[in-house]
DNA sequence: GTATTTGCAAAAGCTTTGCTGCAAC
DNA sequence: GTTGCAGCAAAGCTTTTGCAAATAC
């Protein structure tokens, strides 16, 4: 895998040609600042070229996720179905969403990375994509109610 | 937690009344042989009672949801946007989705829940749902596949 | 008689698709 | 002049909701 920043020359060196529009998408797609999903990815893109239209979104996405170059998550369908997507980086890492307050906490640990490891020899499975996500509160939630309740 | 089969008597144990549709839902999910999503859920339930409505699934679903006795899952959307349902027991297990043959396999490790404690810990996070899936090719698939290429 | 639960149909939300026209090599 | 991409609107699927009628205590 590869940094973040990184994903546009990702796709182009592999030999894809990329229509102004979809780099538009992809650009927008590794700078965000947060995990996007369909909708603000439209929004966002449109700032770099303004008449992308949704459908393109939608396929540019499916070309990114055949490629393995982004994954798709649910965060816990916190805000409804949509999904999210990110970068796929070097490292694998997950998601914890606070139902509190919705923020998304990002971790990883050679932990995971050893189950991942596990996982894939104790079943035979070639791993493609792997997804760990927890829902609960978190610290700042936890103190909050902690205080309420004195 | 309960074994699987528990379910029903684990909810009216709570003190909470339950009709005959939801008591007809709740021993479908409990005695099913695989992960139902809605739809099925309504389908084999309707054998016990038939007159169930699709709304008194989805309520009844988030009944359970909210009790905290049956988990949601993607399955990695091997097959669409449905979710499907299980009896949340006392290990933690993950969900292997082959991307080939559509097959689910569950496993339990305990360094999945050394991780989750780890996140827990480490991140000062009080996790209320947890949800690993990973989709790829099982063990035969990938035969399969090998042989496939000679 | 008050509080829940049900049924129905419609709405909602996100994603996919068919098709026509456009653009690129 | 083929091949692929974009735009548009409609359809598709699953899930949720409003409201009136039915049921339970």
Redesign the interface.
């Known amino acids: 895998m590869f940094p973040r920043h990184e994903l546009l020359n990702q796709v182009e060196t592999r030999g894809i040609r990329l229509t102004a529009q979809r780099r538009a998408l992809i650009e927008t797609i590794q700078e965000a600042a947060t995990h996007l999903d369909a909708a603000s990815l439209l929004r966002l893109a449109r700032e770099r070229s303004p008449n992308i239209n949704r459908a393109t979104v939608y396929r540019t996405i499916e070309l990114l996720k055949k490629l393995g170059m982004i994954d ?1 998550l ?1 965060l ?2 916190l805000d409804g ?1 949509k999904h999210y997507y990110e970068v796929r980086t070097e490292r694998d890492h ?1 998601h ?1 969403a ?2 509190a307050c919705g923020k998304i ?1 990002e ?1 990883a ?1 050679p ?2 990375e ?3 490891h ?2 894939a020899t ?18 700042s939630c ?1 103190a909050g109610k902690k205080k309420h309740l004195q």
Chains 1, 2 share one sequence.
């Not at 104790?122 to 610290?139: D, K, S, W």
């Open positions: 798709e649910d816990m369908h179905e997950l914890l606070c139902f906490i971790f640990t932990a995971f050893r189950l991942r596990e996982i104790a079943n035979q499975f070639e791993i493609q994509v792997i997804r760990l996500e927890a829902g609960g509160l978190c610290g936890t």
